[in-house]
């Protein structure tokens, strides 16, 4: 029993580097007709990243030792907190998953598969990693994709809401009343006197929300105060939480 054992531990301390090279042939492959495609239907090239294929990997060998495909086992955590826990800062998240003897059988499957041809496609996603495991003379593939969110600080957050309030002819500033409204749902915090509040969360501070705008096309404010605060619930997306006092 011993003896078959080692031969075992051997045979696939041999085999690994072969493995390992199957599957990183396999990756690019995959990544490099993913944005093949991408190009030719005119939209942005995929980054590669680091830290989703540590999400993907994790999956690729929860399926390879369930010898089946499926976006969760049993136990495991969903996509979207998988990829938080790999440390990535996302808003949207897709997978695509897949089981097939060669990796050109993998892409062509999934392009000739609506909703993974989406994934493929989408114009939201910036990022994707991809990680295939053999098994058995099959390919196990995960293809998890996501659009990045920076990740600011709350003063970086503030700065950025000040200079689109000052592009709007604005004048604003960040201020601890407005970091202390940000933090409440509701109401005003006492000590704060403005004439309109607002709060909202967003993966995205390029520009203030539509509401705002129609507010300060009524020229009845002359200044503005900006806060910033941690958001909590979120779900494993990356949000930003911010207050406009209006004055």
């Known amino acids: 029993m011993r003896f078959r054992l080692l031969l075992a531990v051997l045979a696939l301390t041999f085999l690994a580097p072969h493995l390992r090279a199957q599957s990183s042939l396999a990756e690019r492959y995959l990544f490099q007709a993913l944005n093949a495609e991408r190009a030719r239907a005119g ?47 996302v808003s949207v998240v897709a997978e695509n998953v897949a089981m097939a003897s060669t990796a050109v059988m993998i892409h062509d499957g999934w392009m000739h598969s609506p909703h993974h041809r989406e994934n493929i496609l989408d114009p939201r996603v910036t990022s994707v990693a991809i990680a295939v495991m053999p098994r058995g003379g099959a390919l196990y593939a995960v293809e998890d994709f996501s659009r990045d969110v920076p990740t600011l600080s709350l003063s970086q957050q503030e700065n950025a809401v000040v200079e689109s309030l000052r592009g709007l002819r604005l004048n604003a500033a960040a201020s601890a009343a407005a970091r202390a409204n940000c ?50 619930g979120a779900g494993g997306f990356t949000t930003y939480r911010i207050a406009v006092l209006m004055y």
């Open 43 to 89: 939209l942005p090239q995929l980054r590669w990243d680091r830290q989703l294929y540590v999400a993907a990997r994790y999956h690729a060998q929860q399926m390879v030792r369930a010898g089946a495909i499926s976006h969760q086992f049993q136990g495991e955590a969903d996509l979207t907190e998988r990829v938080a826990s790999a440390g990535a800062h």
């Open 183 to 232: 933090a409440v749902d509701s109401g005003v915090v006492q000590g704060s006197r403005p004439l309109f509040v607002m709060r909202w969360t967003s993966t995205d501070l390029s520009a203030v929300p539509e509401q705002l705008k129609a507010r300060l096309r009524q020229r009845r404010y002359n200044s503005a105060e900006v806060g910033a605060c941690p958001v909590h």
